[in-house]
């Protein structure tokens, strides 16, 4: 089969196209014949060896995956050959098929295609983790996005509008804004131009945001924190800009608030049957079409490099696809 491999860690142009045998899934594992890959900014971390997981050289990178079970492992019980589904894998995505643990494989719902599936998982899973699991947010509360106009930034701002919230989305570019707008957003903070804590004191009547949440890092971390409302929870999703901020240990003190990290893909492992359960509501809502994930590009399987890139580039607006 074709596959995209790492085979030193390096920028996206390092990656090459190659033919690798297929992969065997082993108990409780499925094969998926890939139709669809979404791409996360962790993909661009993965292949320059900067993510959690550094896999063995030469590798696959790629996570979000969708397409035709072709063959499943011994004791799969909920799923069969010819299911169409979406899933997710730590990596090996980027490739014609990929084995999925059968608890991160679900059936894909018959009103999703094959690229809105593959753009679904991480996001929406990850934003709505942190959101209900992490954060506990409340139906009346406000929920700042930051980086609100990415994959997992967009979804943040459409689940905090289905679960109540009145969302100040925060991002780099007036055009980024207006998508936030129309996903939902109530109130608009271009970051290049404002100073953050100033702003967000201003549009609360002083009182601050209960939930913060930042998949963007660097400087806006802390601008943002300075903001919170007593008692407010922020949560810690990602380093989009480069370098993980320090925080002054006396800011939560100040506002009782708390600092919270989310990391999705570790929940999902360590607590399938939640994570099959929040997989669930937000399949239901899609269906009810509560949900609509925002596709900015699809590319071929060996165009991978330019999707990559144009994520480093910071010009992606909700999510980018790779056709299989
Ligand atoms: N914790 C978890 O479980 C989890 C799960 C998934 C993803 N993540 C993390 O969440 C972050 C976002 O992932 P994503 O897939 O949503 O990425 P994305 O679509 O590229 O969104 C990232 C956003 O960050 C902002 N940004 C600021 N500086 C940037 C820079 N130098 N380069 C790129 N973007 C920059 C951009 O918005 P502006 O231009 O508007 O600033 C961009 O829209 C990543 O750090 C990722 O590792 C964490």
Redesign the pocket.
């Known amino acids: 089969m074709k596959a995209i491999r790492c085979k030193e860690y390096g920028p996206p142009s390092a990656l090459v196209l190659e033919e690798v045998p297929e992969p065997v899934p082993k108990e409780n594992e499925v094969l998926v014949q890939v139709k669809a890959c979404g791409?996360?900014?962790?993909d661009?971390?993965i292949i320059q060896g900067l993510?959690q997981i550094k896999p063995e050289l030469p590798f696959t990178p790629g996570s979000d995956v969708a397409g035709i079970v072709t063959a499943i492992g011994e004791g799969v019980k909920h799923l069969a050959v010819g299911d169409p589904v979406f899933g997710f894998v730590p990596y090996g995505g980027l490739a014609e098929s990929v084995v999925v643990p059968a608890t991160a494989c679900f059936p894909k719902p018959d009103k999703m295609d094959f690229t809105v599936a593959a753009s679904f998982m991480?996001?929406y899973g990850?934003s709505y983790?942190?959101l209900k699991d992490r954060a506990r947010l409340r139906e009346g509360e406000t929920l700042l996005v930051?980086?609100?106009?990415?994959?997992?930034?967009l979804a943040a701002v459409e689940l905090g509008k289905q679960m109540g919230a009145r969302v100040i989305a925060?991002?780099?570019?007036d055009e980024?804004l207006e998508l936030c707008r129309e996903y939902g957003a109530d109130l608009l903070i271009n970051?290049?131009q404002t100073d953050l804590k100033a702003t967000l004191k201003e549009l609360t009547g002083h009182k601050g945001v209960d939930v913060i949440y930042d998949?963007?890092?660097?400087d806006?971390t802390e601008s943002a924190f300075r903001g919170i409302a007593w008692e407010g929870r922020f949560l810690?999703?990602?380093?989009?800009?480069?370098s993980i901020p320090k925080i002054p240990l006396n800011l939560p003190l100040l506002k009782g608030a708390s600092l919270v990290?989310?990391?999705?893909?570790?929940?999902a492992m360590k607590h399938p049957k939640q994570n099959m359960q929040n997989a669930l509501t937000l399949m239901q809502w899609f269906e009810e079409g509560r949900l609509n994930p925002h596709i900015h590009r699809v590319y071929a399987l060996e165009q991978t490099p330019q999707a990559l890139e144009e994520?480093?580039?910071?010009k992606?607006?909700?999510?980018v696809v790779v056709s299989i």
Request: hydrophobic share 45%; charged share 5%; net charge positive.
């Open positions: 791409i996360n900014y962790p661009t971390l993510y991480m996001a990850t983790h942190a930051l980086g609100a106009s990415g994959g997992v930034g925060a991002a780099s570019t980024k970051y290049h998949p963007v890092g660097g806006y810690v999703v990602g380093f989009a800009a480069g990290g989310v990391f999705w893909g570790a929940f994520m480093m580039a910071r992606v607006r909700g999510k």
